[in-house]
């Protein structure tokens, strides 16, 4: 029923056994290892696994690499396809979890669930579609001003303990309904690294909701390579600015609609939530007297 895709780079060993170990579960038929790095060290790691497939190829990009392991199951019988970083681990009943929410959700395309770091802090890996602030210029922002628009785009104000709708999920664990390709396509192979989530998720947005699912929970042992490294932080904006050139940098109808309803859901949310807290505290005092 699930195909998985993983795609590695002179990927360590520990990290990449350790994603496998999360791929046990028996609706698993088969897995694709993309090695943009072409490692033989990799390679031979790969033939203990039955199920697992090596594709050695050139370092053609993060989305690039997912679309050759896609076209071998776009015709398939398969169901569900998860698009997967080498460095997340889950328990292998989050799988069965998922499926069996999405077999009673077909307008759902696309699905993450709840995510943290190995150390327990959350991850926000459900977002606004980003403007070009939020993207490029605020790596150059002081740290203060650059927090405000932090807050607002990773959502800091949703309460995470339920579903959303939500256009821009982040691109480590992407739980997809394999029939999303035919109608939207696969990942957009001239952004090379850092965007293809954004931009698939979006496509796919159009015409399914695309849920953060807060009711399991994987954890992504996240890098942040851009923060640190100069190269992908140079690749990062390159795939910026190819992103922003194919949608808009400042005028996006889409993202402008899209955002707005995210923000106003949350703020419905937190008023209920406030009203809730409110009548609470007077039946606690009520109960009292």
């Known amino acids: 029923m699930i195909t998985v895709s993983i795609v590695t780079y002179k990927t360590n060993l520990e990290e990449l056994s350790r994603c496998l170990q999360s791929l046990t579960s028996s609706l698993i038929s088969q897995i694709y290892v993309i090695d943009n790095s072409h490692q033989q060290y ?5 033939q203990q696994y039955a199920n697992v497939e090596y594709i050695g190829s050139d370092n053609v990009g993060y989305g690039a690499g997912h679309n050759q392991a896609l076209r071998q199951v776009l015709d398939s019988d398969k169901k569900y396809h998860l698009v997967l970083n080498s460095d997340v681990y889950f328990e292998p009943s989050v799988l069965e979890k998922i499926c069996r929410y ?20 959350l991850q926000y890996v459900c977002r606004l579609l980003p403007t070009p602030v939020n993207l ?3 790596r150059f922002m002081p740290k203060m001003i650059a ?3 932090d807050h607002r785009f990773l959502l800091k104000d949703y309460d995470r303990g339920k579903a959303m709708d939500i256009p821009f999920l982040l691109g480590s664990f992407m739980f997809f309904r ?4 035919h109608k939207v396509g696969l990942f957009d192979e ?17 015409y399914y909701k695309t849920l953060f699912w807060p009711y399991v929970t994987i954890v992504h042992a996240h890098k942040a ?32 609609r ?23 505290i007077i039946s606690q005092k009520m109960a009292i007297d």
């Open 258 to 280: 899209w955002n707005a309803q995210v923000m106003s859901a949350i703020e419905r949310e937190l008023e209920l939530s406030s009203v809730k807290n409110k009548n609470m």
């Open 147 to 149: 927090k405000v628009f």
């Open 136 to 138: 490029i210029f605020r």
């Open 42 to 46: 990799i390679a031979d790691f790969c």
């Open 225 to 256: 390579e851009s923060y640190k490294n100069k190269k992908m932080l140079r690749t990062h904006i390159k795939s910026a600015v190819k992103y922003f050139n194919k949608w808009g940098w400042l005028f996006d109808k889409e993202r402008t």
């Open 178 to 181: 394999i029939d999303c390709f």
């Open 102 to 121: 999405m077999d009673e959700n077909s307008d759902v395309g696309q699905l993450i669930p709840n995510t943290i770091y190995p150390n327990g802090d």
């Open 190 to 206: 001239n952004i090379f690294m850092y965007m293809e989530d954004i931009d698939i998720t979006r496509r796919i947005h159009k």
